[in-house]
């Protein structure tokens, strides 16, 4: 089983953290696609948290289901008005079963790079694959690695920097991995959390999905289907089950 990060320090604390996923700008645009792909009316979350998306997705008619890691993000989620509707299976989205099929399976906020190995990430695609209804959509949103934006020789880059949070990357080119590290200035006190990440390309992420018998249908820099390009820092893809 993977670590778990995301304990009670940081359930309690995940929408003050990280405000700025939670803004209707950045929610509404990525519910709406989803919606739109969840045509069956079913959905299942990978790495679901404390339901930022889940719960407006299931407000919309569709029935989440969550996979999730960590008990206490679990919890945090379980204790918000609508969440009776979502079931939550704890465990590990590589490897974890759910009852059922599913029309859309999605893994937002760069989770697939929590998985920190090639096996581990080949294996979520098998598992959603396994969890598809024929025609069913599998949805990544993840980082574009930014090895382009890194100085030669550097091994370190600020992914954000405001007066109340300072976040880096720590990049192991070797290892195709990388440890996210964040300090926040809350209270006058600082709080810091780091985690380790497996980084991955596009076309990684597509040979994978064709391991599992997905193909490619759509991928865009952002949820209101904005162009892909070589400029892109992240990118929203789509695969697809045959049959349907
Ligand atoms: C960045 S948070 C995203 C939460 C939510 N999807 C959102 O958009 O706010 C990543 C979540 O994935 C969970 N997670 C990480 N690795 C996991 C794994 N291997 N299996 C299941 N859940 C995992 C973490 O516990 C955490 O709740």
């Not at 990684?204 to 018998?213: H, P, R, S, T, V």
């Given at each position: 089983?993977?670590?778990?990060?995301?304990?009670?320090?940081?359930?309690?604390?995940?929408?003050?953290?990280?405000?700025?996923?939670?803004?209707?700008?950045?929610?509404?645009?990525?519910?709406?696609?989803?919606?739109?792909?969840?045509?069956?009316g079913t959905a299942?979350?990978?790495?679901?948290?404390?339901?930022?998306?889940?719960?407006?997705?299931s407000?919309?008619g569709i029935r989440v289901h969550?996979?999730?890691?960590?008990?206490?993000?679990?919890?945090?989620?379980?204790?918000?008005?609508?969440?009776?509707s979502?079931?939550?299976?704890?465990?590990?989205?590589?490897?974890?079963?759910?009852?059922?099929?599913?029309?859309?399976?999605?893994?937002?906020?760069?989770?697939?790079?929590?998985?920190?190995?090639?096996?581990?990430?080949?294996?979520?695609?098998?598992?959603?694959?396994?969890?598809?209804?024929?025609?069913?959509?599998?949805?990544?949103?993840?980082?574009?690695?930014?090895?382009?934006?890194?100085?030669?020789?550097?091994?370190?880059?600020?992914?954000?920097?405001?007066?109340?949070?300072?976040?880096?990357?720590?990049?192991?080119?070797?290892?195709?991995?990388?440890?996210?590290?964040?300090?926040?200035?809350?209270?006058?006190?600082?709080?810091?959390?780091?985690?380790?990440?497996?980084?991955?390309?596009?076309?990684?992420?597509?040979?994978?999905?064709?391991?599992?018998?997905?193909?490619?249908?759509?991928?865009?820099?952002?949820?209101?289907?904005?162009?892909?390009?070589?400029?892109?820092?992240?990118?929203?893809?789509?695969?697809?089950?045959?049959?349907?």
């Amino acid at each position: 089983m993977p670590e778990n990060y995301f304990d009670e320090r940081i359930a309690a604390t995940y929408e003050t953290k990280w405000p700025e996923i939670f803004e209707p700008a950045v929610v509404d645009p990525a519910v709406s696609f989803l919606a739109e792909l969840a045509r069956s009316g079913t959905a299942l979350e990978l790495g679901i948290g404390t339901g930022r998306l889940a719960l407006p997705l299931s407000r919309r008619g569709i029935r989440v289901h969550g996979i999730e890691l960590s008990p206490a993000m679990a919890e945090h989620l379980q204790a918000k008005p609508g969440a009776d509707s979502i079931g939550v299976t704890i465990g590990d989205f590589a490897t974890a079963t759910v009852s059922g099929t599913f029309g859309l399976a999605y893994l937002v906020r760069n989770t697939i790079m929590n998985l920190t190995t090639q096996g581990g990430q080949v294996d979520c695609f098998r598992n959603v694959a396994a969890h598809l209804d024929p025609g069913g959509y599998f949805v990544i949103e993840v980082i574009v690695p930014a090895l382009q934006r890194l100085p030669p020789g550097e091994t370190v880059r600020a992914f954000t920097v405001t007066p109340r949070h300072l976040g880096f990357d720590e990049y192991d080119i070797a290892a195709q991995r990388l440890t996210s590290h964040h300090f926040w200035v809350v209270n006058g006190e600082l709080e810091t959390f780091s985690a380790p990440f497996r980084y991955v390309w596009p076309a990684e992420l597509d040979l994978m999905a064709q391991l599992a018998g997905l193909t490619l249908r759509e991928r865009w820099s952002g949820w209101d289907r904005e162009p892909f390009t070589s400029d892109s820092t992240s990118h929203i893809s789509v695969w697809q089950k045959s049959g349907g």
